[in-house]
């Protein structure tokens, strides 16, 4: 099962806003229970990288006209397309048109500890 984690860079610490991350750190997991282990395979680079929205972005959904709501939720489609192959994606914060976008994806949001520093202690979110 492959997962994917919102980071940074290769230092692996986790970006709090899975929208803007700059890159998602791929990981695969083999195995279970004791003989499970998770492997660090790449990153991958996000086209909608802004470090200024790390905590959240400016944007209302509830104030945008449903065609300017359409055209956002559209935006956020190449976050699907960038990890297209992961089963899950380990989250801090996500707005709906995110979260929207890698459900019809079918890839499967969990929440992290808001505490999580780093990409290789987010996995206790996975169940």
Known sequence: MKIAVPVYDESLRVFNNTGHTPFFAIFEQKGAGMFKSINFLELRQNPRANLKASEGCSHKDNKMSEEEQIAHK???NILGE???DCEVVLVKKACVNTAKVFEECGIRVCKMDTQCLNA???FKALK
């Open 74 to 76: 559209q935006e956020h």
């Open 82 to 84: 960038i990890i297209k």
């Open 120 to 122: 290789k202690d987010s």
